[in-house]
């Protein structure tokens, strides 16, 4: 059973840093792009942040958040990370962890996702 846990979230200041992590199981991680979305409003489509290869550490990244947000992996830890810098209240939302076998900027082709964790950015 596969399974993807995200973990790192809280409250920040406005300009403040986070790192999520999302650790798997269950799965090959080391075959697997992974990738992380985030959802502002519930009921909103998730929105696309940033997506890692599996075969070269390739990324994507969103345009809107490219150069405070980081996408990474360490794969003997099965784990994916996001690091956030700058943070602002906009940022707000629940941040989720995705995994599928290639990279893509839509939520749909992912075939496992993690339960998401709560990132309040406020003063």
């Known amino acids: 059973q596969v399974q993807l846990v995200e973990s790192g979230g809280g409250l920040v200041q406005p300009g403040g840093s986070l790192r999520l992590s999302c650790a798997a199981s269950g799965l090959t991680f080391s075959r697997y792009a992974m990738a992380w979305f985030r959802r502002r409003t519930p009921g909103k489509e998730r929105e696309f942040i940033a997506?890692?290869?599996?075969?070269?550490?390739?990324?994507e990244d969103a345009e809107s958040m490219k150069g405070r947000f980081t996408i990474s992996r360490d794969d003997p830890k099965n784990t994916v990370y996001l690091q956030m810098n700058s943070l602002k209240p906009e940022d707000t939302a629940v941040y989720y962890c995705?995994?599928?076998?290639?990279?893509?900027?839509?939520?749909?082709?992912?075939?496992?996702w993690g339960k998401g964790t709560q990132v309040t950015v406020s003063s």
């Open positions: 997506a890692i290869d599996w075969t070269d550490g390739r990324t």
């Open positions: 995705a995994a599928a076998r290639n990279t893509y900027r839509m939520a749909k082709p992912y075939d496992f």
